[in-house]
């Protein structure tokens, strides 16, 4: 499980994300090099645009597109350059690790070619938008402080899972298991699900009171690794009537105070004095101005209503899609002036 600080950086991440987040481009259902609407004198082709997207969504995945292009254009003019090593970076801020990131991803069901490049455009919007802007020592001092405790790491227990039918099998699964018997055996032999071996993951305190095994919460944060754990019977509301569960604790993670001397805590503390600064730009703004400024021609019949979003986005009327008017790109808490006055 993600801690407090990188959970911060998903919130960030997936917010930017959302004003400029470009289309899957993994598996085509219309193919072809043709042109269907230009930016700058750029085209943007029917591969670009109707791959994996609804007929429903294609002007909305063309005015994604559309603002991508503008950003990337906008970052070469103010000399801001992305590596791939800059976008791995982030994704391991927000995420923790890359195979934490692809793991969420092939959860999601999200490609992972496309979701690297959606985390580029949305680092390049995040520089964008604070490329004027520099943290003191100060202020992140005075944020962090601020919110310390959403950095905090409770303790945690990492659990998985063999589930059965009826009350005795779950007790000869327990009696094998404390005999020595091998966890991934038991769960190919004797699970009613072998999806994700069994893994259910870090959780902490509060998350396991939210699990209804009664029971389940105080033994396993009570536990050693190592530990095994149950039978827990699943209440008949939950639709698994008759089932049960045992599990092996098989990692347990104390609690850990925050510190700015964590570089990712500090780095996450330093986003957010930066996006929230009055000196940094507003998305919604950044967009207008773009889309005011930018040639940009429908070529193809297929996009109806493109021309009202350009439209309407132009004239500030609508923030982009998923963002709030006026909120810093990648908000997730309130400035600092808003958080003293609670």
Known sequence: MA?????????LILLVLAVVAAVDLAGCKKSGSEAVASVDGVD????AVYNEVPASERDQALFRLVIARLVEKEAQKAGIAVTDADVQSEIE????????????MN????????????ARTGLILVRL??????????????RFELEKGQYRQPPSVHLREIRVRERSAADDVLRQLKGG??????????????????????????????????????????????????PYAWPEETGAKDQFSVFKVEERQEGQEPSLDDAQIRALVQRQV???????????????????????????PDFKSFEQMVAGA????????GETPGAPPGASAPPLAADEGN
């Open 3 to 11: 801690n407090p600080a990188m959970r911060h950086g998903v919130a």
């Open 44 to 47: 943007i082709t029917q591969d």
């Open 93 to 104: 801020m927000s995420f923790g690790s890359m195979e934490n990131f692809q793991e969420q």
């Open 107 to 118: 959860q999601s069901g999200l490609d992972l070619v496309s979701e690297m490049a959606r």
């Open 129 to 142: 938008a604070t490329k004027d802007v520099q943290a003191t020592d100060d202020e992140i001092k005075a």
């Open 181 to 230: 018997a091998d966890f991934n055996q038991m769960i190919m032999e004797r699970s009613l699900s072998t999806q994700s071996n069994g893994d259910w993951g870090s959780l902490n305190k509060e998350t396991l009171a939210g699990i209804p095994l009664r029971g389940l919460s105080s033994d396993a944060m009570s536990a050693k690794a190592g530990d095994i754990i149950g």
């Open 274 to 300: 930066e996006m929230y600064s009055p000196a940094a730009v507003d998305p919604v703004e950044l967009q207008r101005r773009l889309l005011s400024s930018a040639k940009i021609e429908v070529l193809s």
């Open 314 to 321: 132009s004239a500030a009327e609508a923030p982009p899609v």
